[in-house]
């Protein structure tokens, strides 16, 4: 079946340190949106993406979409602690249907 | 703009039991989907509802029903309660089915559901 996986599951950084969350989907994309989770919360959409090697900023977030639309990334420069949570990224498929694939997740934890 | 609500935020359940959780969604809202998630995992997409019609479903047995009413808000509807059921459900709304481009889809904080 159609898969969204994120690597890395966990990451650690110091606070000013960069990071980055991969997500890879088995199959190509209509659009792709980024969702943070705090602990205990709900998830809270950032953003979506939908042309291929489209690149969005946000403040110190930047998020790409690959050109085969299978891939993006979120990239968090000069971590803060409150950037803590996961962060999952959502897939719809181009097969037609209206569902969002979420990907397995990557927790950031940032050490002050 | 009151966001998305959901009831009730607990609930326990015995195995075999049924359960209805409801959603209120955002005002301007006709999109609901519905989402489970597991402990440490990401959210497992249930089935969507656009103007009180399913759109979409994903990988559930049938025993997971929905409602959608003419006020857009939602009820999930999961029968023979199984352990396995144990799982935070979320419901998102938006106001159209691919989700809004700005403001993508807006979850309410789910109700979390422990079966015995």
């Known amino acids: 079946g159609q898969q969204v996986m994120q690597i890395p599951q966990y990451q650690h950084v110091q606070e000013g340190e960069d990071f980055t969350t991969y997500c890879n989907s088995s199959t190509t994309l209509s659009n792709i949106q980024w969702y943070k989770q705090r602990p205990g919360g709900h998830p809270v959409f950032l953003i979506q993406?939908?042309?291929?090697?489209e690149v969005k900023k946000q403040k110190r977030l930047t998020f790409q979409f690959g050109e085969a639309k299978k891939n993006s990334s979120l990239h968090i420069t000069a971590t803060q602690t409150t950037d803590v949570g996961t962060y999952f990224c959502a897939g719809r498929p181009t097969s037609g249907t209206y569902k969002y694939i979420f990907g397995t997740g990557t927790r950031l934890k940032v050490l002050a | 703009e009151t966001g998305v609500t959901q009831s009730p935020t607990h609930l326990i359940k015995t195995r075999g039991q049924q359960v209805t959780l409801r959603c209120s969604s955002q005002s301007g809202h006709n999109t609901v989907s519905w989402y489970q998630q597991a402990l440490g995992q990401g959210p497992q997409f249930i089935f969507q509802?656009?103007?009180?019609?399913?759109?979409g479903r994903g990988n559930f047995p049938p025993r997971f029903s929905g409602l959608q009413f003419p006020n857009y808000s939602s009820e999930l509807n999961v029968n023979a309660l199984e352990l396995d059921d144990s799982a935070l459900y979320l419901c998102?709304?938006?106001?159209?089915?691919?989700?809004?481009?700005?403001?993508?889809?807006?979850f309410g904080s789910g109700t979390r559901l422990t079966v015995v």
């Open positions: 509802y656009y103007r009180e019609e399913e759109n």
């Open positions: 998102a709304s938006s106001d159209r089915t691919g989700g809004n481009r700005i403001y993508g889809y807006t």
């Open positions: 993406l939908v042309k291929s090697g």
